[in-house]
């Protein structure tokens, strides 16, 4: 049974940094892309940032970019979000997604996703 299960979430003054991590298991990690998303209630779920199986492609949401770094550990099964220069517009639910495509970006295409951490950044 695949699980997927982030943490790292909480409550950051505007400015501070928060990482998240998200551990994979139930699956052979490095043959998934994974990626994350947020999604504020009432709005769309939406794109942060993804990464393929090997780490070399990444991409990032244009709100995010030069703030946000995605990196993976396929040893311990992680994917981590790291974010520096947090705003209150940041402040959303963050979902961890896996696919076994090598590599991808929509959301359509995540077939395996986790609870969600919530991040809250205070002005």
């Known amino acids: 049974q695949v699980q997927v299960v982030e943490s790292g979430g909480g409550l950051v003054q505007a400015g501070g940094s928060l990482r998240l991590t998200c551990t994979a298991s139930?699956?052979?990690?490095?043959?998934?892309?994974t990626a994350w998303f947020r999604q504020v209630p009432g709005k769309e779920r939406e794109g942060v940032s993804c990464?393929?199986?090997?780490?070399?492609?990444?991409h990032y949401a244009d709100s995010v970019k030069g703030r946000f770094t995605i990196s993976r550990d396929n040893a311990k099964n992680k994917v981590y979000l790291q974010m520096n220069s947090l705003k209150p517009e940041d402040t959303a639910m963050y979902y961890c997604?896996?696919?076994?495509?090598?590599?991808?970006?929509?959301?359509?295409?995540?077939?395996?996703w986790g609870q969600g951490t919530k991040v809250t950044v205070s002005s």
């Open positions: 139930g699956l052979t990690f490095v043959d998934y892309a």
């Open positions: 997604a896996a696919t076994i495509n090598p590599y991808g970006c929509g959301l359509a295409e995540y077939k395996y």
């Open positions: 990464i393929n199986w090997s780490g070399s492609l990444t």
